[in-house]
């Protein structure tokens, strides 16, 4: 719980021939996680890489068809799950009747989808037309004394067949002709179109014969605009009758289609997994060789399967990665996979959105969960806020439903931190800022604001001593003596640390400061500092070196004990912002009180005092929810992990259907006994 997930490196060697079948029993036991061989060792070089040929670009272009199908149909991909093993069968034989198919389909969508495109384009701009036409209904103006207008408007005469002949033309436009009156057997009409089209509309009127006359105003342009909206609501209702027989129809192709298509993604992303699988793969002349990592607990599984799928004709060897020479070096590094119990997992997500932790040093994830917990609950005390977050939380990460994931942590937490919320409400006496309707177990924030300023600072000294501590022990299982003793959060840091706040504590409550404790414990720490580099060399059994000189030397030992000590004094002093923050949130109670006190008394007062109360509530629940989970994570990453956290860690991430199942059996079958180790390359 304290550390990653013990991880062992696997080395295998198969026949060509087995390689499929490996590849499929990894994919389907979705445990390794593979990394390329290390390109360092000479013999790495001399090999080949697994040649995938057409058959890749194949997949490639058949997934894009499927997912542009599945896009324009409106199909939602579904993801992979661990009984889906029979996908690792497609053969040749299956991608060309998956290509067949999925050009019918094409055949019967694309002509749809393409038209449903264009007519929600034409839709727009008529729309568009309609917007900026309207409004000159009502003040009598002709279309082109629009300011700004983007249309463009033409007046005039034109015969019965060369209306007609207009009309056919400017069909594919988004534009609208209308005939509005007869006048010497000539059709008078108008025609509006956009400005992007005009030279189109221009010479399609040049054809036509089309004569422009001045465009009227008043009570007859207002007549005739009327006409105008008229007859284009009547177009884009048309349009809009078009678009929906359309979609009934691409919704008609769905129905039938969705099943196939979405077998058709899935099993074009296995194949895809099982490529990814090969590209791990090096070549020899007749084998091939990868490697990949695993948890311990799960090696003899993996070997197991190996062994089956190669028909028990391979060469195993389980490494653990103390005796890999590159991870010694620190040139190979280790998957990290954070195993916590189920009710740490969501803080696995604040832990990991920073940073993972290389495989060899501490997971902090159960100290952060204490710590934000106890600092939210501080910060947001109240049991009826903590009740509201803790139905949200609840319908968000225990109901079940379609969530993700990472949803259902994140209401998780919710649930938590409403948890918190609760318990220092108790502790703070506060239902919903009331203070009255029951005894605080602890104190009253808003009146003994001493005392809760000094509980935040030591809970800071606490938190940042824990984070001293933890890079000790990351160093000492690093086995770095310099950095155990020496670093900015060392041992000798720690001191200084500590004794400073003794001093001050002491200080503070007017009695004199040992001189013992400011000669051993501030003193002796930052003489030690001095000589951090002559006391490393004498242990390290090597000769001191002043490279850059004594006295450059001296100085830069003098500028980082004062960067320690400030540093150091502005962590502590951070968490004063969690006292601070606990007194705005009463302020703002405060705040609402006074305002329902000014409704109470007047006309419907009630109902107004309820009505604030609520919303207040609402309020401050949402914008103090969000601040102080922001400030308890600030606080987290940088006065806490700043002491030891250094991230670089790399993720597991295996390959397979379902990620990695529930243990099996560790039993291991006769063929397996064919199996030897080798010394690690």
């Not at 997949?59 to 029979?86: A, F, N, Q």
């Not at 594919?172 to 509006?192: D, F, K, N, S, Y």
């Not at 997994?273 to 607990?297: A, C, E, H, N």
């Not at 155990?484 to 200084?496: N, R």
Request: aromatic share 10%; charged share 25%; glycine share 10%.
């Amino acid at each position: 719980m304290f550390t990653p997930e013990r991880m062992h490196q696997i080395n295998v060697m198969v026949f060509e021939t087995e390689v499929d079948d490996v590849a499929k029993a990894i994919v389907r036991l979705g445990i390794l996680h593979l990394v390329q061989l290390d390109a360092s060792q000479p013999w790495v070089e001399e090999l080949g890489a697994y040649e995938a040929g057409k058959v890749a670009t194949r997949i490639d272009r058949l997934y894009k068809r499927v997912t542009d199908l599945m896009k324009d149909l409106g199909i939602r991909e579904l993801p992979l799950e661990e009984g889906d093993t029979r996908l690792l069968e497609t053969s040749i034989a299956d991608f060309d009747e998956m290509e067949s198919e999925i050009g019918e389909l094409e055949k019967k969508a694309e002509g749809l989808v393409l038209r449903r495109k264009e007519l929600e384009v034409h839709l727009e701009r008529m729309q568009g037309i309609l917007n900026e036409v309207s409004p000159l209904t009502e003040l009598g103006l002709s279309p082109d004394k629009a300011p700004y207008t983007f249309l463009e408007v033409r007046y005039g005469h034109v015969s019965g067949e060369s209306l007609e002949l207009i009309r056919e033309k400017i069909s594919p436009l988004a534009a609208i002709v209308i005939p509005l009156t007869q006048r010497e057997g000539r059709e008078l009409v108008l025609l509006i179109g956009l400005k992007t089209d005009r030279l189109k509309l221009k010479r399609i009127l040049r054809d036509a014969a089309f004569e422009d006359i001045e465009m009227p105003v008043g009570e007859e342009a207002r007549e005739e605009a009327g006409l105008v909206t008229g007859e284009l609501e009547e177009r884009i209702e048309k349009i809009k009758e078009q678009i929906a027989d359309l979609r009934e129809k691409l919704a008609e192709v769905r129905r039938e289609n969705a099943p196939v298509l979405t077998e058709f993604n899935r099993s074009l992303r296995v194949a895809e997994m099982l490529l990814k699988v090969k590209s791990y793969l090096k070549k020899t002349r007749k084998t091939y060789i990868f490697s990949g990592w695993m948890p311990s607990d799960r090696k003899r599984e993996v070997e197991t399967e190996i062994f089956r799928a190669a028909r028990g004709r391979a060469i195993v060897e389980i490494v653990p990665p103390e005796e890999i020479t590159g991870v010694k070096a620190g040139a190979v590094k280790v998957p990290v996979m954070l195993k916590n119990p189920g009710f740490f997992r969501p803080f696995e997500m604040l832990v990991s959105s920073y940073g993972l932790p290389e495989y060899k040093f501490i997971d902090p994830t159960v100290f952060v969960a204490i710590s934000f917990l106890i600092m939210f609950g501080m910060m947001f005390g109240d049991v009826g806020h903590g009740i509201v977050l803790c139905v949200i939380g609840w319908l968000i990460g225990f109901r079940k439903g379609s969530q993700s994931d990472g949803t259902r942590l994140v209401g998780k937490l919710g649930f938590y931190c409403g948890l918190a919320s609760i318990v220092f409400g108790f502790l703070y006496g506060s239902i919903f800022g009331v203070e009255t309707w029951i005894p605080h177990l602890w104190l009253s924030p808003m009146h003994e604001i001493g005392k809760f300023f000094r509980f935040a600072i030591f809970f800071g000294v606490g938190m940042i001593s824990v984070g001293i501590l933890l890079n000790m022990i990351n160093a000492i299982r690093e086995r770095n003596f310099k950095a155990t003793f020496f670093d900015h959060a060392g041992l000798i840091s720690a001191i200084l640390y500590w004794c400073g706040i003794g001093a001050v504590a002491i200080f503070m409550r007017n009695r004199p400061v040992p001189l013992q404790l400011v000669a051993f414990g501030i003193v002796l720490p930052v003489l030690l500092f001095f000589l951090r580099e002559p006391l490393a060399a004498m242990f390290g059994r090597r000769k001191m070196r002043f490279e850059t000189g004594v006295c450059t030397y001296v100085m830069e030992s003098v500028i980082e004990v004062m960067e320690i000590i400030t540093g150091y004094l502005g962590n502590t002093v951070s968490f004063i912002r969690v006292a601070a923050f606990a007194l705005a949130h009463a302020g703002l109670f405060i705040a609402v009180f006074n305002m329902v006190d000014l409704v109470k008394g007047k006309s419907g007062g009630v109902v107004w005092a309820a009505l604030i109360f609520i919303l207040g509530n609402a309020v401050i629940i949402a914008l103090e929810g969000l601040v102080v989970t922001i400030q308890a994570i600030r606080l987290e990453y940088y006065e806490f992990f700043g002491k030891f956290f250094m991230g670089g860690g790399t993720a597991y991430k295996p390959i397979g259907l379902g990620g990695i199942r529930a243990g099996k059996s560790e039993r291991r079958p006769a063929e397996c006994q064919s199996s030897r180790r080798t010394e690690g390359r």
